[in-house]
């Protein structure tokens, strides 16, 4: 049963500071404009850490554009490389191939990451159980060039089709 509603772009999802037991898995739902015009806020309670963090980014605006987190783009991220592969159970979760290099944006205590995988950007969640966290900052530093190469790269040849389709369109 809906009991409200408001655009997605209106939504605005807040965890809770650690507030003990009675508060654990905790959050807020802030509906800046509902159907009544109305800010409303909820507080909801998911039934383990990972359950509430997906809630939180399925409901955040704009999850599935593209777009270049801060997190993502230190030149130190945590990183991991897949060693099992995973296909996705949800339609939040990422299917991860072995060798796979992902930045770690976020982690659950119950065994599950949200990461960004490097050569694509694709953003989901899976079980931190699939891959090894990459501990040498070298290593991270160096995938991370190597994926801005790659992307400089691809942009470039993009816009030389962009050019060459445009002077044949042309003549």
């Keep these: 049963q809906v009991f409200d509603s408001a655009a997605r772009g209106l939504l605005r999802v807040e965890e809770l500071e650690d507030q003990g037991q009675a508060l654990a898995n905790v959050f807020i739902l802030r509906l800046l404009e509902n159907v009544d015009e109305r800010e409303i806020t909820y507080m909801l309670k998911a039934t383990s850490q ?34 099992h592969s995973y296909v ?36 989901g969640w899976f079980p931190s159980s699939v891959g090894e966290e990459i501990l040498n900052p070298e290593i991270r530093t160096q995938n991370l060039k190597e994926c801005f190469r790659v992307h400089k790269s691809e942009d470039g040849s993009q816009n030389k089709d962009r050019r060459k389709l445009g002077s044949r369109t042309r003549q």
């Design 50 to 83: 990972s359950e509430m963090k997906r809630w939180m980014t399925s409901l955040a605006p704009n999850r599935r554009t593209k777009f270049v987190s801060l997190t993502s783009r230190l030149l130190d991220c945590p990183q991991m490389q897949c060693v």
């Design 88 to 123: 996705a159970q949800e339609p939040d979760e990422l299917s991860l191939e072995l060798a796979d290099i992902l930045n770690i944006l976020d982690k659950t205590d119950d065994g599950w990451i949200f990461g960004e995988r490097l050569h694509d950007q694709e953003k």
